[in-house]
C-alpha cells in the first residue's frame, strides 16, 4: 500500500516577508546585518524567520561566493550573562545571514595560549570576533593578522576609535555614572564599589564613571573593592563592607557580585535597603527576582552582539563601514534594594 502525503516546502524570502509584513527586500536587509532596518521591524522578521524555520542555503552561497560563510568568537568565557548574550546576539544574525558561528575558548592570557586561539580561527577562515573584555581577549584582538577580518567587543574606549578599528561598545562609563548619581540622590555620602576586573589593567570604565559622579558631588572617595567575576568574590568584599557601619551603599560592577553582597550583609545582620542600598550591573535574569529586588543598570548585550555582526558581515560582504560606535544606551532599573540612608528613611 502506497500512501501519499504532503511535503512541506522550505520557507522562502517572501514567505518571510509575508509573515513579517514587510517586503522581501527589507527582509534581505535583516539577512545581510544592513544598519538601516528599525530595531522592531529587524525583531519581527528575524521572528519570522524563526518561526517558519527559513535559512539559506549556505553551502550553495559558499561556492557561489567562493568565500567561507563562517565566523568564530574568541572568548574566555560563554557562561557569564554578559558573554552568554552577546553569544546569543552573534548566532541570531549569524544564522539569519545563513553563517555558521564557531567558540574558540581562550584558556588564558599567556602569549602562547591566545596565539594558538588566534591561529585556529584564521584556519577556519572567514571572520572573527573578539570578546575583549579582559586582558586574553584584549590580547587576541592585537594578535588577529591584518589579513582576516575581525571586530573587536570592547570596554567602553578612553576616547572615540578611529575608523580603522572595527570596534563595538557599550557606555559603561555612563551607566556607572548613572548609577552612582542615583544612590547619591537618594541622600548616601558616599558610595563604595566592589569592581570587576579591567580588560586592560588599568581603571575601567565604570570604575571611571562611579569616580566622576562622586567627584561631581564632592563625595568621598572610598578605595575600590577588587570582587572579581562571581558571586563568592562579592561575598568576601560584602563581608568586609558590613563591618564598617558608614557604609551605606554599594555599587557592584555586575549582578553576580550584587548577589554575594546582599548574602553578605544579610549575615551581617544589615537589612538592604534599610541600613544599606545595593546597586549592580548588567540587569541579569535573576536580579529581579531576589529578595529584595535589585537596582542595576541594564545593558543590551544581544543588541552589541548582533551589531558586532553586522559590522564584521559588511566587511566580509565588502559592503560600506559605519564608524565605530556604542551600542544604545544603558538604562537604570530602580528596585527595590536602594533607598535612603538611615539617618534620612
Known amino acids: 500500500m502506497h500512501v501519499t502525503g504532503h511535503t512541506r516546502h522550505p520557507a522562502s524570502i517572501r514567505d518571510v516577508a509575508t509573515a513579517a509584513g514587510v517586503s522581501y527586500q527589507t527582509v534581505s536587509r535583516v539577512i545581510n546585518g544592513h544598519p538601516s532596518v528599525r530595531p522592531a521591524t529587524r525583531d519581527r522578521v528575524l521572528a519570522a524567520i524563526d518561526d517558519l ?67 585556529r580561527a584564521a584556519d577556519v577562515g572567514g571572520g572573527v570576533i573578539v570578546i575583549a573584555y579582559d586582558p586574553a581577549g584584549v590580547r587576541a584582538l592585537g594578535a588577529v593578522p591584518a589579513e582576516l577580518p575581525v571586530v573587536g567587543v570592547v570596554e567602553t574606549p578612553q576616547a572615540p576609535p578611529g575608523g580603522d578599528r572595527p570596534w563595538v561598545w557599550t557606555d559603561d562609563r555612563e551607566a556607572a555614572y ?65 563591618r564598617n557601619p558608614a557604609v551605606t551603599a554599594i555599587l557592584c560592577g555586575n549582578d553576580e557580585l550584587a548577589l554575594g553582597v546582599l548574602r553578605a550583609l544579610h549575615e551581617c545582620g544589615r537589612p538592604v535597603p534599610g541600613e544599606v542600598s545595593v546597586a549592580g550591573f548588567d540587569d541579569a535574569p535573576h536580579s529581579a527576582y531576589l529578595t529584595p529586588s535589585l537596582t542595576t543598570v541594564r545593558l543590551d548585550f544581544t543588541g552589541l552582539g548582533r551589531a558586532a555582526f553586522a559590522l564584521l558581515h559588511g566587511m566580509l560582504e565588502g559592503a560600506a563601514q559605519d564608524a ?22
Open 53 to 119: 524555520g527559513f535559512r539559506r542555503n549556505a553551502t550553495a552561497l559558499a561556492l557561489a561566493s567562493g568565500r567561507s560563510r563562517a565566523v568564530t568568537v574568541l572568548t574566555v568565557n560563554t557562561t557569564h550573562h554578559g558573554y552568554a548574550s552577546l553569544l546569543q546576539g552573534v548566532e541570531v544574525a549569524a544564522r539569519a545571514a545563513s553563517y555558521a558561528v564557531g567558540i574558540g575558548v581562550l584558556e588564558s592570557d599567556e602569549e602562547a595560549a591566545v596565539a594558538a586561539g588566534v591561529q
Open 178 to 242: 548613572e548609577a552612582t548619581r542615583h544612590l547619591l540622590s537618594l541622600g548616601h555620602e558616599t558610595v563604595h564599589y566592589v569592581a570587576i576586573p579591567s580588560s586592560t589593567r588599568r581603571t575601567s570604565a565604570r570604575t571611571s564613571g562611579w569616580r566622576r559622579a562622586l567627584r561631581e558631588a564632592g563625595a568621598t572617595e572610598p578605595r575600590p573593592v577588587q570582587g572579581g567575576w562571581g558571586p563568592e568574590g562579592g561575598h568576601s568584599a560584602g563581608l568586609r563592607l558590613a
Open 324 to 345: 565605530p560606535r556604542p551600542v544604545r544606551a544603558p538604562e537604570l532599573v530602580v528596585r527595590e534594594s536602594s533607598g535612603p540612608p538611615p539617618a534620612i528613611a
